[in-house]
């Protein structure tokens, strides 16, 4: 496929007149005055944006389907989330036993040896437990957490720690130190969350090599004027990226604009923590073997506690917009960001060897569908 025409988003700018060539799932050429190939479509937008396909870092299920269920979910989350416009995502565990956990991982390992063809790209697991603090579990279910241990954290991936992406956790449990820094060597990028640690044991996490910060403000120390605990840090500290869950619900859009003006665009990461019923009507579901009730897109446990979202990228994006943040901000934020966050340079751009699909947005920003 040649797209013609394109106010393409490249290099952190929206550029007019842009030609992009996609071809078996990958953006193959940029520039003017390309020529399209015997037998190849030519779609001209006519001056609509062209965005990259949105990365997902920290996603749980989507449509009815949960990435702790097993290799035929994660396939059809990739399937699924690529019809949405998203090109790459981590697929985001819940707490659980070891066994199960294990056997989740390696589902997303096959996925990402065998990708699906038309879908988004697996780039590894989002581990968000067992290291963390009860008195923070949120939605995570406290019964399967303990302390840091590296030889349960590779019994909990199969021994495949290279299908880990990131791992969340809370800093100031005993064995931190020590565990941060192993796990960092072997490649996974640490987030800091679900966590009761001081402003000053998140910069100490930092230096240990964490450079993450999960959905900040939930599941963690709250921002005071005295303290100002995980969300303070995370805002002041620039070796972190810290997560934004933008539903509106989780999270005031002052804040996240707060938030877009400490971290700036490059180090702000929009997540949806999407649960199974992103993408499904209102009614019940369930999360980490929990019952959930979805209501006016809220999805809570029994006792009211938030449990993930049914956010998705595309409504994060418009959101956004919405609340007033620059165009060219938004979309870094959903984009290259989320994948930079993760050590993955070539998700979230348009540039050649990106993984498709790219978005098309109307003059007004209106969603106009994906180009495969």
Not at 190 to 208: E, I, P, R
Not at 304 to 318: I, N
Request: charged share 20%; glycine share 10%.
């Amino acid at each position: 496929m040649l797209i013609r025409n394109a106010t393409a988003f490249v290099d952190g700018r929206f550029c007019s007149s842009v030609e992009v060539r996609v071809h078996n799932g990958r953006v193959q050429e940029i520039g003017q005055g390309l020529h399209n190939g015997l037998y190849e479509d030519a779609i001209d937008l006519g001056g609509d944006y062209l965005l990259p396909g949105f990365v997902e870092v920290h996603i749980h299920g989507y449509r009815g389907h949960d990435a702790m269920q097993g290799e035929a979910a994660v396939r059809a989350m990739s399937r699924d989330l690529f019809r949405a416009g998203v090109a790459a995502f981590c697929p985001t565990t819940m707490s659980s036993t070891v066994q199960d956990t294990a056997s989740a991982v390696d589902a997303v390992h096959r996925v990402m040896a065998q990708p699906e063809h038309h879908g988004a790209v697996v780039l590894g697991t989002h581990m968000e437990a067992p290291f963390l603090a009860p008195e923070r579990c949120g939605a995570q279910v406290k019964e399967h957490f303990c302390l840091p241990d590296m030889e349960r954290f590779m019994a909990m991936c199969g021994g495949q720690s290279q299908a880990v992406r990131v791992l969340t956790m809370a800093p100031e449990l005993p064995g931190s130190e020590a565990f941060i820094r192993d796990v960092v060597a072997r490649g996974v990028a640490v987030s800091v969350g679900h966590t009761s640690a001081t402003a000053a044991q998140v910069h100490l996490a930092a230096d240990w090599g964490a450079t993450r910060v999960t959905h900040t403000f939930n599941a963690q120390t709250p921002l005071h004027h005295r303290e100002p605990g995980v969300p303070g840090a995370a805002l002041v500290d620039e070796r972190l990226y810290a997560e934004l869950i933008c539903d509106g619900i989780h999270l005031h859009p002052d804040v996240v604009c707060l938030a877009v003006r400490a971290k700036g665009a490059s180090r702000a990461v929009v997540i949806t923590d999407a649960m199974e019923a992103a993408g499904m009507p209102d009614g019940q579901y369930a999360l980490g073997g929990q019952p959930v009730h979805v209501k006016d897109g809220a999805a809570r446990l029994a006792d009211g506690t938030l449990a993930g979202s049914v956010l998705t990228m595309r409504q994060a994006f418009a959101n956004l917009l919405s609340w007033g943040v620059k165009p060219e901000d938004a979309v870094l934020m959903c984009t290259a960001t989320p994948a930079d966050s993760v050590g993955q340079k070539m998700a979230g751009r348009i540039i050649a060897g990106a993984p498709a699909p790219l978005t098309r947005w109307s003059k007004d920003w209106q969603w106009m569908g994906i180009m495969a």
